[in-house]
């Protein structure tokens, strides 16, 4: 999948807006995380205030190699391998990305 400028363009204004309303949008973000998702509630044991930088963070990195497709697969499969490692199934990230397109 090719993503034009017009779209990486959005992306990033998307993505600014996102982080001047950190507190708010991760706030809703676990809201909806879970009430999707209740069962989901277990993985998040520490601080949703540091796992929200930590999930800002990733975001930011796809976003930066977005458009070099082989280095952005590299960085969220490393991602993904530790996730399952943390007890995530395949199921959770359908819930987690309704969450996110809910927020």
Same mark, same amino acid.
């Given at each position: 999948m090719t993503i034009s400028e017009d779209q990486l363009d959005l992306l990033r204004a998307s993505m600014r807006l996102v982080n001047e309303r950190k507190p708010l949008m991760s706030a809703i973000f676990y809201e909806r995380l879970f009430e999707r998702g209740p069962e989901l509630r277990r993985l998040?044991?520490?601080?949703?205030?540091?796992?929200?930088?930590?999930?800002?963070? &990733?975001?930011? =990195? @796809? %976003? $930066?190699?977005?458009?070099?497709?082989?280095?952005?697969?590299?960085?969220?499969?490393?991602?993904?391998?530790?996730?399952?490692?943390?007890?995530?199934?395949?199921?959770?990230?359908?819930? &987690?990305?309704? =969450? @996110? %397109? $809910?927020?």
């Open positions: 998040f044991t520490g601080d949703l205030v540091e796992q929200t930088d930590k999930v800002m963070f &990733a975001l930011g =990195a @796809v %976003l $930066a190699q977005i458009h070099d497709v082989e280095a952005c697969r590299d960085m969220t499969s490393d991602l993904a391998l530790r996730h399952v490692g943390y007890g995530v199934a395949a199921v959770d990230y359908a819930t &987690a990305g309704d =969450a @996110v %397109l $809910a927020t």
